[in-house]
């Protein structure tokens, strides 16, 4: 009788690797009907992979025939215990480790505790493929990865950071992990979280991460017309409440409060804060110009305004501000079922000439764009194979259109945002924003790739799309009069 495989040791079992199971399939016989000359029509492959990469990984902790020692000190000369390692499947993925074993086999590595603390993850990297990581310790580890050239090692905890932003965490990771980026020079992670950032501000505003962004994310939050507020004065709030934590330097103050789009908060609320902002009045002279300038704006009437002053600028462009003046939800329940509409009122514009005017919408959505007669039964089931193929343009699709036309339009063009909510990692956040103008009532690409079909849907949550559509008034400017 054939003796059983002995148990793996309880050290081996604590140092397994949590993510080797996506590395190999399990233990498998494959067999395939294949004739050969001698008659033999089976052929079988035999696939202990994953009981191979279990004896690498249990080399690690006891050290068994190890050929090399690693010893890691910090600064304050503390020595975590050493780590017998066996140079050969160090020096198949690490350059470094493959250079510094060429010679010597007990090498003293010198690092900051943060990355000390973790050392112990390239090594089990290099022995199993995989390993286990948390928020707070992706950009130690990939300092260790990018220190030691383990390329591999490096790649996957970028890509964790990409698909982990957003992750719930009390410390602001996203903050951290952007101001990483711009330091490491990854120009796509870099991007990747200037964008979350941007597409979900309120998931920052007021948190304590929000004092810890940098002036220069600051500035570049601040440039965007894409930012989701609640409204201008919601995002001022939280510009006052950063200079007030970070007492930067006056002319860095006066460069965040410039950045302030001042026509975009009504004169009641610009009066308030002219008499009960501590920040504005210390730095008073530096936005003076731009405050007067706020309140011609809401004096006159757009198109008397753009007569005089150059409109095509940021500052009388409206974010993607949340407000019911400026936009509806909208949750669509079984969207790939039929079309649906609905209509919503927003303020004509920012101006308080035109506070008391609104411009009613028409939207349409229709999940394939065809007749009922023609559109595929909805499934429960992840697999489409039963279900026909769309055509090339069966895509969703989404129309808005003004249900009027009005002589207060003249000088003003409007921009409409969809933005489509997503659950990820448990809270719903932006994931894309369509933008198109007055010349298209349609988003061209809206939701080009997504597949209602299917209740698993990232697009849905609880097999609904949920959806908020911005309208807001683009100025242009007029013939210029004599002053």
């Known amino acids: 009788m054939a ?65 090399s020692v690693l010893r890691v000190r910090t600064a304050a000369s503390d020595e975590a215990p050493p780590l017998h390692t066996h140079q050969l499947l160090l020096s198949l993925q690490s350059e470094v480790f493959e ?49 030691y050239r383990v ?5 996957g905890v970028a890509d964790y950071m990409r698909t982990h932003l957003a992750s719930e965490s009390s410390q602001g990771h996203v903050v951290g992990w952007y101001h990483y980026a711009v330091r490491i020079g990854d120009p796509p992670l870099q991007e990747s979280c200037l964008q979350f950032l941007a597409w979900n501000l309120s998931a920052v505003l007021g948190t304590p991460p929000w004092g810890s962004v940098s002036v220069e994310l600051l500035l570049l939050l601040l440039e965007r017309s894409d930012l989701p507020p609640h409204s ?19 002319p860095v103050a006066q460069r965040v409060l410039r950045a302030i789009r001042y026509p975009m908060i009504a004169p009641s609320q610009l009066f308030r804060l002219q008499a009960q902002s501590a920040v504005l009045a210390r730095h008073y002279g530096a936005v003076q110009d731009l405050l007067f300038q706020a309140f011609q704006f809401h004096a006159a009437s757009p198109l008397h305004f753009a007569k005089y002053f150059d409109v095509n600028c940021s500052m009388f462009l409206p974010r993607n501000y949340l407000a019911p003046s400026w936009g509806s939800q909208w949750v669509i329940n079984n969207p790939a079922r039929d079309d649906r509409s609905t209509s919503f009122q927003t303020q004509l514009g920012p101006s308080s000439h035109d506070a008391g005017k609104r411009v009613t919408w028409n939207v349409l959505f229709s999940p394939r764009w065809l007749p009922v007669s023609l559109r595929p039964v909805y499934s429960d089931s992840v697999s489409s194979a039963v279900q026909p193929a769309p055509p090339p343009d069966g895509r ?80 242009h400017s007029l013939i210029k009069t004599k002053k």
């Open 99 to 147: 250079s510094l074993l060429r010679n010597q086999s007990v090498i003293t590595l010198y690092e900051p505790p943060e990355t000390a603390a973790l050392f112990e993850n390239p090594p089990r990297y290099l022995y199993c493929g995989g390993v286990s990581i948390l928020l707070h310790q992706a950009i130690p580890l990939h300092q260790l990865a990018s220190k």
């Open 396 to 475: 969703p699709r989404l129309v808005i259109t003004p249900a009027m036309s009005s002589p207060d339009f003249a000088g003003v063009t409007f921009q409409k945002t969809v933005l489509v909510g997503v659950r990820q990692q448990g809270r719903v956040l932006v994931k894309h924003a369509y933008s198109f103008h007055q010349s298209s009532d349609e988003a061209a690409d809206f939701l080009a790739h997504a597949d209602l079909q299917k209740r698993a849907s990232e697009y849905l949550i609880d097999n609904s799309l949920h959806l908020h559509i911005i309208v807001k008034p683009v100025y």
């Open 232 to 250: 201008e004065l919601e995002l001022y709030t939280a510009v006052e409440a950063w200079l007030s934590r970070r007492q930067p330097e006056d």
């Open 3 to 67: 003796r059983p495989p002995p148990a793996r040791p309880v050290a081996a079992r604590r140092w397994s690797c949590a993510a080797a199971a996506f590395l190999l399939p399990p233990l498998t016989v494959q067999a395939a009907q294949k004739s050969d000359l001698s008659g033999d029509a089976t052929a079988a492959t035999i696939n202990h992979s994953l009981t191979l990469l279990q004896r690498l990984q249990e080399l690690l902790p006891p050290g068994n025939g190890s050929d």
């Open 151 to 155: 390329w591999g090692l490096q790649r």
